[in-house]
């Protein structure tokens, strides 16, 4: 199968990263940082720890430059080196992300109307901030960063039930706090 080449519009400053020019550096971390730095805050919920992953992915992506090839545009390619550091910070804390199978109190009739919930998005923000670690990295891979249960599964190397069992359960759980917010 043939790779499509991207054309990026920042093409022309990861040529000149590629060189090792230093404006051209601060001009790509000018640009894309504040939507990594987002990145990283919805995966950790800890400004300090996302400030250092953001520092070492930018690190990363500028020391491997020359393995980006296009096939994605750079700002894809930049923020999963952003991504797989934040996790890799969270498996330092020891993050622990139960299977469906391990446990027994997971029902479907818990069910929280989403309608009932005047949501904007301050509070939806904050709630999410409450979430527990697990819950929240695979909520914000799912719904913010747009991976499916398979990618999350292989970038947190659990099961993709896991995955799919955490997503609900944080779903839930974030439902229950802006409904208790509402009251």
């Known amino acids: 199968m043939e790779q499509t080449l991207y054309i990026d519009k920042h093409l022309h400053l990861v040529e000149a990263c590629r060189r090792g020019e230093r404006k051209a550096q601060y001009e790509v971390y000018r640009l894309y940082s504040k939507a990594m730095f987002n990145v990283c805050m919805r995966i950790l919920n800890h400004v300090g ?9 930018f690190l990363d992506a500028f020391l491997k430059i020359s393995d980006f090839r296009q096939t994605s545009t750079f700002g894809a390619w930049l923020k999963q080196i952003v991504v797989n550091r934040a996790i890799n910070q969270l498996r330092q804390r020891k993050v622990e992300l139960v299977d469906v199978a391990d446990s027994g109190d997971f029902q479907d009739e818990d069910y929280v109307d989403e309608d009932d919930i005047d949501m904007n998005v301050a509070a939806v923000r904050t709630a999410i901030q409450q979430l527990p670690d697990g819950f929240r990295t695979v909520l914000s891979l799912y719904l913010l960063e ?38």
């Open 49 to 57: 720890e996302a400030e250092d992953v953001l520092q070492e992915a």
């Open 146 to 183: 747009g991976y499916d249960h398979e990618e999350i599964a292989d970038i947190l190397e659990i099961a993709e039930s896991t995955s799919r069992t955490q997503y609900i359960r944080a779903k839930k759980r974030l439902l229950e706090i802006l409904k208790k917010r509402g009251d």
